[in-house]
């Protein structure tokens, strides 16, 4: 039942990798999908969080349910990369016409030779993870026009960095 399980959880995220389109776009207030986010993927007793999101940030241009699954996978992976404990901090600020949301964690950091690696199907570096959490990530902010970056250091942590354009108002 526990393969069967797997198997399907598995072909079921290979399908929606292969199908992502761009969806409705609105304008997000960043700071309240994070608290949705935290919410719904709630941090354990052992990890601390500092949030850093500035009450005049402009409003994102994004799907909401795209940019909030995003930050969802990324702050449950930080979690996984600190099983016993840390710091995660999430920020926010306005560059080049973008809003940058990093997600950063204390946690055991990415080897050097998988960060080209970390955004394929398939590829993971966790026991029992399949690799397509960052790959679905990446198809869905780029079906947003932005971008994702990640930067680690090995036992040091990792941040990841989600670019979406900024909202603009038309007259």
Avoid: W
């Amino acid at each position: 039942e526990n393969e069967t399980r797997i198997a399907d959880k598995t072909i079921t995220d290979l399908l929606n990798f292969a199908r992502i389109k761009s969806k409705e776009k609105y304008p997000v207030v960043v700071a309240d999908l994070v608290k949705q986010v935290l919410e719904h993927f709630p941090l354990p007793a052992t990890v601390t969080l500092a949030l850093k999101i500035p009450s005049r940030l402009p409003r994102a241009y994004a799907d909401p349910d795209h940019l909030g699954q995003v930050l969802g996978n990324l702050v449950r992976n930080a979690v996984e990369a600190m099983p016993a404990g840390g710091r995660l901090s999430i920020t926010a600020r306005r560059q080049e016409g973008m809003v940058a949301i990093s997600v950063q964690d204390s946690g055991c950091g990415i080897m050097a030779e998988n960060m080209v690696k970390i955004f394929e199907p398939l590829f993971s570096t966790k026991p029992t993870g399949i690799g397509l959490g960052l790959a679905i990530s990446r198809k869905l902010i780029e079906a947003n026009d932005g971008r994702i970056e990640a930067q680690s250091q090995p036992g040091k942590g990792s941040t990841f960095t989600v670019y979406v354009p900024i909202y603009k108002e038309t007259v």
